[in-house]
């Protein structure tokens, strides 16, 4: 199955996008038979459709790529690359722009969420059309996200019947691709983990062990007495699943239903299995030199260009604009 994904240069990358994606970016692209053909992207035309620091801007699409690379995806097995680099997503966006509505736009519960905090900006309506044409330029089968990008890749799949159906079968439907943490919740016991929340709410993959340590000592759980067992501690049992396996959870769970637990036990051994988990990441990450970022994108830009070009020479053929 050919597969895509991307990531925005928004800074921190935390235990949720690790989960929830890109640990399952390195399993895919690892598949045994070698039957998927995986392709990583750092999303830079997407993460400037809000404000930021643009002097930082170099360094933090550096660093994506670093965070990639060290969650397990080998440039040797996946591609690689910068979505400015390849203009033929702009431009394919463009031509998939005229047959999108404002309604299914309007829709996208990532827009209403991000306008309640940020100006209401074209690039900001429109960002879904561009990650559906990151998708449909190479044609992707499969797409391993989060469930917050759910919708964005149910509007891709609407995109594609609606292309096929006007101007002749070109792209396939892609499917979104789950892992069982499609949704890490905050260590605030409300929402989601989200970079844009206080640092104390998440575990950034470059947390130092005593930062991890502090702030899953003051993660929020119930009282480990009521009857309703709070969402915000079985968050924290499942993420202790994710590290140390469902049946040491499973005991912590167990002891919470007969109200036995002991949260000054429990939260340093998930700190610990944390920990654990994030030391190969950070030791790789640590490994990875800029210059080699920039190597990998300058190959993985070659590699895919022409691909790229070809779909948009089909589109616009089928599209009636080649004279
Ligand atoms: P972003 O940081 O928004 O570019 O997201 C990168 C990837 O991480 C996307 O596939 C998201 O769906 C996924 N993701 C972000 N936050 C979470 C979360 N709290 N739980 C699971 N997946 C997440
Ligand atoms: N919108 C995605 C996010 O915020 C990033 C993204 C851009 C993406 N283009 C994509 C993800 C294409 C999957 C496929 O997480």
Avoid at 192 to 198: P, R, Y
Avoid at 240 to 259: I, L, V
Avoid at 288 to 305: M, N, P, Q, S, Y
Wanted: hydrophobic share 35%; with cysteine; charged share 25%.
């Amino acid at each position: 199955m050919k597969i895509f994904s991307g990531i925005q240069p928004s800074g921190v990358v935390h235990l949720g996008n690790y989960l929830g994606a890109m640990k399952n970016w390195a399993n895919l692209q690892n598949s045994p038979a070698g039957e998927n053909e995986a392709i990583f992207c750092v999303v830079d035309y997407h993460a400037i459709t809000v404000d930021y620091p643009k002097d930082e801007m170099p360094q933090r699409i550096i660093n994506a790529a670093k965070d990639i690379l060290a969650s397990g995806v080998d440039p040797n097995k996946s591609t690689l690359f910068l979505q400015s680099d390849i203009p033929e997503h702009t431009e394919l966006a463009w031509l998939l722009n005229t047959i999108t509505t404002m309604g299914e736009l309007s829709r996208m519960t990532q827009y209403k969420d991000k306008t309640a905090k940020h100006e209401e900006r074209a690039g900001l309506f429109d960002y879904p059309v561009l990650m559906a044409a990151d998708i449909m330029i190479y044609k992707a089968e499969g797409v391993p996200v989060g469930e917050d990008q759910v919708q964005h890749v149910e509007l891709t799949r609407d995109l594609v019947r609606r292309f096929n159906s006007k101007f002749g079968d070109t792209f396939p439907e892609p499917k979104p691709l789950l892992t069982e943490a499609k949704r890490v919740m905050s260590l605030s016991g409300s929402g989601k983990m989200s970079k844009s929340d206080s640092p104390s709410t998440y575990i950034a993959m470059t947390d130092e062990p005593d930062v991890i340590r502090k702030k899953i000592s003051s993660a929020v759980t119930d009282d480990g007495q009521s009857d309703d067992i709070s969402q915000s501690t079985i968050n924290l049992i499942n993420l202790y699943g994710e590290f140390a396996g469902q049946g040491e959870a499973d005991k912590f769970m167990e002891q919470r239903k007969a109200k036995t637990i002991k949260y000054s036990e429990f939260k340093p051994a998930l700190a610990e299995a944390i920990i654990n988990e994030l030391e190969p990441f950070q030791k790789r990450r640590a490994g990875v030199t800029d210059e080699e970022v920039k190597k990998i994108f300058t190959d993985g830009a070659a590699k895919l260009r022409p691909i790229a070009q070809e779909t948009l020479k089909e589109v616009k053929e089928k599209m009636g604009l080649i004279i």
